[in-house]
């Protein structure tokens, strides 16, 4: 995406162990930052988020956290399992009033794929 | 509940042929909609975006066009199609939170 840059884009981890991908972002006015998986074949879908007004976020074995001053935040799975094994994308959609250029559009990173080994 | 439906699953189409994909939302009003393409193990490129009715913003250059002739419908068209057109064509909604987005089930689009 134009606003957001994402690293690795390939990443291969033995399962149990954990994976983290990193997205980066330009504006410094972006308060939401989602994080979706896409599965081979099947439509992207939302697995966790964060808002700027907190640092991390954690839902069982996966967790996000988010550096302001930095302008990057990053997915963390934990144990991780053979199903984890996706395509993962990150947003960052930059805060626009009602009616300013841009206003709505939605931008992805351009994704990591994980790929967990038995 | 919000619901999003998107059609054909399936489409295989000859080069030069016009193409026009659907994609409805139910149970929410004033969403902001979305059509993106995916090559193979590619990334989202946003194609089209809509926050309302008539108001579409175009981010490729493309031979493709969007149309939002009702609240909740979003058409992708194209006059004549091109071998490069090919992908998985995945239509999404926000709704005024602009937070979460939902995809459709997305159409895998095939240019013979």
């Known amino acids: 995406g134009e606003n957001v840059e994402q690293h690795p884009s390939t990443l291969s981890v033995q399962e149990g162990d954990s994976a983290v991908i990193k997205c980066t972002y330009s504006d410094s006015a972006s308060n939401y930052f989602p994080w979706y998986k896409q599965e081979l074949g099947k439509r992207p879908q939302l697995i966790i988020d964060?808002?700027?007004?907190?640092g991390e976020k954690k839902d069982q074995r996966i967790a996000v956290t988010l550096n302001k001053t930095a302008k990057h935040f990053s997915l963390h799975i934990t144990e991780t399992q053979p199903e984890d094994s996706a395509v993962y994308f990150c947003a960052a959609p930059p805060k626009f009033n009602a009616g300013g250029t841009s206003y709505g559009k939605l931008t992805f990173g351009q994704g990591t794929i994980l790929t967990v080994h038995p | 509940s919000q619901t999003i439906h998107q059609w054909p699953a399936t489409l295989v189409q000859p080069v030069g042929s016009p193409l026009s994909l659907e994609c409805t939302v139910e149970g929410t009003s004033n969403p902001n909609l979305y059509w993106y393409r995916q090559a193979a193990g590619r990334g989202l490129q946003l194609l089209f975006y809509?926050?309302?009715?008539?108001?579409i913003s175009s981010e490729v250059p493309q031979n493709l066009s969007a149309s939002r002739p009702q609240d909740r419908q979003f058409i992708l068209s194209s006059k004549k199609l091109l071998l490069s057109d090919s992908g998985f064509y995945l239509c999404?909604?926000?709704?005024?939170?602009?937070?979460?987005?939902?995809f459709g089930q997305g159409t895998r689009l095939t240019v013979v």
């Open positions: 809509s926050v309302g009715i008539g108001q």
């Open positions: 964060i808002r700027s007004n907190v």
């Open positions: 999404a909604w926000r709704g005024t939170e602009l937070t979460e987005a939902f």
